[in-house]
């Protein structure tokens, strides 16, 4: 048994491939989605990011007494268009319920979710894997509550409230409509259970970014998911694995990428292993995600639903859909996620092995996007693949998070496409770019990029370099077309790289006859 201590003294760990000989890892995902309405859930208070501290706020969402809630009309309908695009069922009449917990962020201590009504239930998500195949994912339910307020812990070094010397409650948050999207345990993923936690949930974003219902933006946290975690031990007849009872879960909480999504999951399969094979078991708890050392640490021991004493909210009317509003809710969903994606494939001319590596990348809106602002297909999956993709995994940041965007890219790449900047040139900008320099186009400017596309100016240089090398001159002369690429490496150095190669050669190779 190899077990090992993680680094700066976490939990012992089991090497991944031995978690997989020995265990089946079973996972629930919880997804919370903000959404996008103009007004809170249960009152009329605005909603955007970022305002001053505690200007959003009323009596209503901050818990004052004798405030009375009304549902946000537009939320329910969101909440039912996710349920829709989710294969769920929509309920006939569902109602409000009090979650009760005391929380300095929450005014009412309670939170006004939804219990043992949802409105939305028994659905599912098929999600495309990285080597072709689909995972279906079953929902358990869609229900809608609202967002707690956010604490701020002043005075210590992590921004956490362990050190701090006093907090700040901002309520803007407090009230803004949530949807929790809840799957069922999720068995069958085996090793794979961390790439289908993390393209699960690439999936619901690029659907809910479809749906038009939320920013999305896991950063700002208006994407936020929990990862459930257990492993129940591995039996050799895989037909009788599902017999084996579930093993105790973990909830790893507020994991804010989709790449630690994949981590948080992993990370706690090996965690959990390493507990199961000392013989001892698993607390049923919550756990903090921490990105920088990439392990997981002890929460709160998880309450159990009676904990919360939850009871239907006396405030609020039950909310009963009738069954033409879904219908006609029904008919504003966008192209199924499949369609979409054989459309794109085709628009763009990308082969079905390109395809899966922008989906696997989490960039088809980003293509998309970029496309749209005018980039060509080909140059945006070249940008945001090639290059963005890889500094982005090497900061360890989601591609879409990454500080350059769709417009960046389009920009970028129709300087390109016109002849104005080559690909080492467009290189050097994007690393400007990212480091906050300022558009492309800006930076491109400022710095004085500009390919040399002057006849003159290159064939002044072109005719240095052959005079300066008679000898691999006259190879080319010759036919050996290869050593014309010592001739066009000095003429490009002598442009301080600022000129188009394929222009270059031409110019040779038509000096030297042999074009
Ligand atoms: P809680 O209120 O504790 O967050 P929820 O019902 O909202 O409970 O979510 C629990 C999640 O954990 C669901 O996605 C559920 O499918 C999943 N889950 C339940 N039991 C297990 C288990 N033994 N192993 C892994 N996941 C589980
Ligand atoms: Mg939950
Ligand atoms: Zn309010």
Redesign the pocket.
């Given at each position: 048994m190899s077990t090992a201590t993680g680094a700066n003294g976490a939990e012992p760990v089991v090497d991944y491939a031995e978690v997989i000989r020995t265990y089946d890892p079973?996972?629930?995902?919880?997804v919370h989605v903000e959404l996008n309405t103009a007004t809170k859930m249960f009152c009329g208070c605005a909603t955007g990011f970022g305002a001053e501290p505690n200007t959003q706020v009323c009596p209503v969402c901050l818990g004052l007494p004798g405030a009375l809630p009304v549902v946000n009309a537009a939320a329910v309908d969101s909440a039912i268009r996710i349920g829709l695009a989710l294969n769920c069922e929509i309920a006939t009449w569902c109602r409000f319920a009090r979650k009760n917990y005391f929380y300095p962020d929450m005014p009412k201590n309670f939170q006004t979710s939804q219990y043992d009504e949802p409105i939305a239930f028994e659905g599912y998500l098929d999600v495309e894997l990285a080597d072709g195949s689909t995972f279906r994912v079953d929902i358990?339910r869609a229900h809608m509550e609202e967002d707690t307020g956010k604490s701020l812990h002043i005075g210590g070094a992590t921004g956490r409230i362990h050190g701090a010397d006093h907090s700040l409650v901002d309520y803007n948050r407090a009230g803004i409509p949530l949807v929790?999207i809840?799957?069922?345990?999720?068995v069958g993923a085996g090793d794979r259970a961390p790439e289908v936690a993390k393209a699960y949930v690439a999936a619901l974003r690029d659907l809910l970014k479809a749906l038009k219902v939320s920013d999305v933006r896991m950063e700002q946290g208006s994407l936020r998911c929990?990862a459930?975690?257990?492993l129940r031990a591995k039996t050799e007849d895989p037909l009788t694995q599902n017999d084996v009872p579930?093993?105790?879960?973990t909830?790893t909480k507020n994991v804010n990428s989709l790449r630690s999504v994949e981590r948080a999951v992993r990370y706690e399969m090996t965690r959990h292993a390493a507990v199961l094979n000392s013989g001892a078991s698993i607390l049923q708890e919550t756990r903090h995600w921490h990105e920088d050392t990439g392990v997981t640490t002890s929460g709160r021991v998880?309450?159990?639903?009676d904990d919360y004493r939850y009871f239907p909210e006396p405030d609020l009317v039950p909310v009963a859909p009738t069954r033409e509003r879904v219908e006609e809710l029904r008919a504003t969903m966008p192209e199924p996620p499949d369609e979409r994606r054989r459309r794109l494939q085709n628009d763009w001319g990308y082969s079905d092995m390109e395809m899966r590596d922008v989906m696997n990348a989490g960039a088809v809106i980003l293509i998309e996007e970029s496309v749209a602002a005018g980039a060509t297909p080909a140059g945006a999956r070249k940008w945001w693949l090639g290059e963005l993709a890889r500094r982005a995994s090497a900061e360890g940041r989601d591609l879409a998070d990454f500080g350059v965007t769709p417009d960046d890219v389009a920009e970028l790449d129709t300087m390109v496409v016109s002849g104005r900047l080559n690909d080492s040139m467009a290189r050097q900008v994007l690393d400007a770019v990212l480091a906050g320099e300022g558009s492309p186009l800006a930076v491109a400017d400022a710095r004085g990029l500009m390919l040399v596309s002057d006849d003159g100016a290159l064939s002044i240089a072109v005719d240095a370099v052959i005079a300066a090398n008679p000898e691999v001159a006259d190879k080319v002369r010759d036919g050996k077309l290869q050593a014309a690429g010592a001739l066009i490496g000095q003429v490009m150095k002598e442009m301080k790289g600022q000129a188009d190669a394929a222009k270059i050669r031409e110019l040779i190779l038509a000096r030297l006859g042999s074009s």
């Open positions: 079973v996972m629930g995902l919880e358990e929790e809840v799957t069922k345990p999720l929990d459930n975690v257990s579930l093993g105790t879960r909830e998880k309450s159990d639903a």
